[in-house]
């Protein structure tokens, strides 16, 4: 039987106006900028390794963990905090927060600093991003709410793409910096607007010691560490103490978060929002989807420039059809999701993705781009385009107001810890095959564990997730 999210179908009360859409452009234009730069380096990633004095790949993905770990690993606290303090007030305060971090990140002229700055960046984007979502939850209803939510599920998926295009022509024209500087003006001109058109609320709290600030550091440092001990085995093997030291003092660290989490005051998640079906099962396949998208575009992006021979231009165009794709098939889900719901969208995009990278761990030794790539690529594309506009919907579904950021927030850590780990893990896989090997090699059988890991969010997506049909209407037009 299908489930109808009343979330999605509230409507507003009779001579109601519509609010207009010039707040959710807003917010989604901060929240692109936010996506862009998990995946804008990956294609000026060589460029930065060079410059800087990067040693190796294992080093070099840092650069886009450490933005990621950060992002995720304090997202729930800005969640948290943004129903408790503000939405407005968090929203700009990470926002001018992530935009002084991209001009030091530009400047960085080591690779410590440029890591230091990267999790910076992380750091307003743990404020920004369950803010702006927050904001659009409790500022539209009814159809406006459901394609405001179509609409970040979009600039989900099409901005993850378009940064590798843009990081290629940036990087090529203007050096590896211009891919942090280009985000200067576009946050400071987001600033001055959002100051006019975002709606004040009032802080629920007034003392900053009742926010879980203690939990949110121990899962931070529980999250770096468990990525340390994956990038460990790529060097040093699994039983190795570089592995295993890591290993054990992340699992400390999550448990004591665990333990944190039921003394707080006011914990980053509360008890109940467990019970929150759609929110915790499309986290779940959030984390998974963004882990494939993130670190098969990393991957990609090193083997077109190493083993392919493009530059980064090039490298960028590559991606192209895979970014209008993106952008197709999000609009295409929009129009069906009201007649199928999202768990037929979401497994059919699932099953599309994991038939792309499939096809991509086929990668013959002396590979052509029209024949070997570019399919893998477009259906990679089509895939998640279907599957982010879908499960932002499911995710989002049941929320009530007063949760709306932190459950804001546990998505954007599904989605930000997802890419953490997708990059770890396939950059890991990769690099300790190509030991052995080459580069190629470890290529092809980090796209087979890409496809393996699709595979199971079909099963998640089928077995577990409740089917949202939203009102017809409600997505696909904004008007």
């Known amino acids: 039987m299908q489930h109808t999210a009343t979330a999605l179908t509230v409507e507003r009360a009779p001579g109601t106006e519509r609010r207009s859409w010039a707040l959710l452009v807003l917010l989604t234009v901060a929240q692109f900028m936010v996506i862009i730069d998990m995946t804008v380096v990956n294609v000026a990633l060589p460029s930065i390794g060079r410059s800087l004095g990067f040693t190796n790949a294992a080093d070099l993905q840092w650069v886009v963990s450490a933005y990621v770990l950060v992002t995720g690993g304090l997202v729930l606290l800005g969640g948290r905090a943004a129903d408790l303090l503000g ?36 750091l307003g984007a743990s404020m ?37 295009l843009l990081g290629g022509a940036l990087t090529t024209t203007l050096g590896w910096q211009s891919v942090f500087f280009i985000n200067v003006p576009i946050g400071i001109i987001a600033a001055g607007l959002a100051l006019q058109m975002v709606p004040r609320a009032p802080a629920r709290i007034r003392n900053l010691r009742e926010l879980d600030i203690p939990g949110a550091l121990t899962l931070i440092a529980g999250l770096v560490l ?73 991957l990609n992006s090193l083997y077109l420039q190493r083993v392919y021979g493009a530059s980064a231009l090039d490298t960028g165009l590559a991606f192209l059809p895979a970014t209008l794709v993106i952008i197709m098939a999000a609009n295409l889900a929009s129009r069906v999701l009201p007649h199928v719901g999202t768990k037929v969208v979401l497994a059919l995009g699932l099953i599309v993705t994991a038939g792309g990278t499939f096809y991509l761990a086929q990668m013959p030794e002396h590979p052509t781009y029209f024949v070997n790539v570019l399919p893998g690529l477009v259906a990679i594309g089509l895939g998640l385009g279907l599957s982010f506009v879908s499960v932002s919907i499911t995710a989002m579904a049941d929320v009530r107001e007063e949760i709306a950021g932190v459950a ?32 190629a090699s470890g290529y092809r059988v980090g796209q087979w564990v890409a496809t393996l890991l699709a595979g199971g969010l079909v099963l998640v997506t089928v077995l577990v997730l409740p089917a949202i049909r939203p009102p017809a209407g409600a997505v696909g037009r904004m008007h």
Do not use: N
């Open 87 to 122: 939405r407005r007030r968090m929203f700009l305060t990470g926002l001018l927060t992530f935009t002084a971090a991209s001009l030091a990140s530009g400047l960085a002229p080591s690779p410590v600093a440029l890591v230091g700055a990267r999790a910076a960046q992380g």
């Open 408 to 439: 804001s927030g546990l998505m954007t850590t599904g989605h930000e810890t997802g890419a953490a780990f997708g990059v770890a893990t396939l950059s890991a896989i990769a690099s300790a095959v190509a030991i052995s090997g080459s580069f």
């Open 128 to 164: 920004l991003t369950p803010s702006a979502l927050s904001i659009i939850t409790t500022s539209y209803t009814g159809a406006q709410r459901a394609a405001g939510l179509a609409v970040w599920g979009t600039v989900g998926a099409a901005g993850s793409a378009a940064g590798v």
């Open 226 to 298: 468990l990525v340390l001990a994956i990038q460990g085995t790529a060097g040093a093997g699994l039983s190795s103490a570089r592995t295993l030291l890591p290993l054990a003092l992340s699992a400390g660290l999550l448990a004591a978060f665990g333990l944190l989490e039921r003394r707080a005051a006011q914990p980053l998640i509360p008890t109940f929002i467990w019970r929150v079906r759609s929110l915790v099962a499309g986290t779940i396949v959030m984390l998974g989807a963004t882990a494939i998208m993130a670190g098969t575009s990393f």
